[in-house]
């Protein structure tokens, strides 16, 4: 049985930091802030006080119910990085997405290499994995980093040990439908090597629909009634990696940051590019200095593309690549922001479950 939820550190108290002073909110924030979270989602304690800030989830596109998940959880009096983790779960233990946790597209040699990172503003503390195998749920495993250890990064066969020290089970991640498009991939991507591509009537139709290479993640990020917030990023990475390599999502300031008392901003798209400008850290920074959720993350993203090498340029001198920002403030406003448009983001609230427009930099041209 694969183990969703663990308990071991659950009466492990937090102490919430009342530090800052940053924003016009801060002082509402700081007098509104309990002493203490519960540690997990099954513990919810006395519900705060409503009405202070909004409820919300936000998340990449593929987190819709994911950011429904952690809403109801949220409203419950869960721990905001709980209600976070949980969300993400649904999505980890979902084969049908193939760029996190189980189903997850696997790097060059076939292996699925996961990467996570949880944040908890609150406590101002974070745990994450990279390049972990076998184990479908990195987010809970980034969560024990946070909670049993000293560290804040384990990677690889490290963090395969601990988690297993901690009863996660291990599994075979790759699903079938991925291992097709991992093959086909390999029979097609290489002029020199001794693959034949298959001939047309071969190719099963589940793998078409991915020819082009993508990438994809969830993050997900939860602000609660007293104006905690906390996030999470969960990924597969770049599908036919480099076997080891790590983008940005387990890495703080590039594939989420929280400051609990300014906001949070986490990202999917091209790592190498948001590891190269710490986009998350970048657009809190410019939330602390005032700009709103989507004019921060918009001024991240033309830093990003300002400063890319030439040959990630087109002649226009756009981004050939993607970037997406999700960002909430703590006066409970958000924003999703894209290099290229149209994209879209989840948002659950107190307005309900839905799907809303990333500002984007560029418009992709409409297909015909
Ligand atoms: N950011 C992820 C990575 O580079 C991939 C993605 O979000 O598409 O590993």
């Known amino acids: 049985m694969i183990k969703t939820e663990h308990s071991a550190s659950s009466r492990r108290l937090f102490l919430v930091s009342a530090a800052g002073g940053v924003t016009g909110l801060s002082a509402l924030a700081a007098s509104t802030l309990s002493g203490v979270a519960p540690a997990s989602a099954a513990e919810p304690r006395s519900l705060p ?11 990449s596109d593929n987190g819709l119910e994911a950011t429904r998940k952690a809403y109801e959880l949220l409203a419950a009096g869960a721990d905001t990085l709980d209600a976070a983790i949980a969300g993400v779960t649904l999505v980890e233990d979902d084969p049908n997405d193939n760029t996190v946790g189980l189903g997850g597209l696997p790097n060059e040699n076939g292996v699925v290499q996961l990467d996570a990172a949880v944040m908890h503003g609150p406590t101002h503390k974070a745990g994450a994995v990279a390049a972990l195998e076998r184990i479908r749920n990195p987010a809970q495993v980034a969560r024990l980093v946070m909670r049993q250890t000293d560290h804040v990064l384990l990677v690889g066969a490290g963090a395969l040990e601990f988690a297993c020290a901690n009863g996660f089970q291990e599994q075979d991640l790759l699903t079938e439908r991925a291992r097709k498009i991992w093959l086909y991939w390999k029979q097609t991507h290489g002029a020199t090597d001794d693959w034949l591509p298959p001939a047309d009537e071969e190719i099963d139709p589940e793998v078409r629909q991915y ?10 990020a939860a602000m609660n009634a007293i104006g905690d917030l906390s996030c999470v990023t969960s990924t597969s990475g770049l599908a036919f990696k480099l076997p080891g390599r790590v983008g940005d999502s387990p890495i703080l300031g590039a594939g989420l940051f929280v400051d609990n ?8 798209g091209r790592g190498e590019a948001n590891l190269l400008n710490l986009s998350s850290y970048a657009g809190v920074e410019q939330m602390r200095q005032g700009k709103p959720p989507r004019e921060a993350g918009l001024a991240v993203l033309r830093d990003v593309v300002r400063r ?8 226009q001198g756009r981004a050939k690549f993607d970037l997406k920002l999700y960002l909430i403030a703590k006066d409970g406003t958000h924003a999703g922001v894209s290099l290229w448009g149209p994209e879209k983001f989840a948002v659950t609230d107190a307005a309900g479950t839905r799907h809303e427009a990333c500002e984007s930099l560029y418009q992709r041209e409409a297909k015909a």
């Open 49 to 59: 006080q409503p009405g202070r800030f909004p409820l919300k989830a936000i998340s």
């Open 211 to 220: 020819f082009k290479r993508h990438t994809g993640t969830i993050h997900l």
């Open 261 to 268: 008392q300014v906001g949070s901003c986490g990202s999917t």
């Open 308 to 315: 890319s090498e030439p040959r990630l340029l087109d002649d």
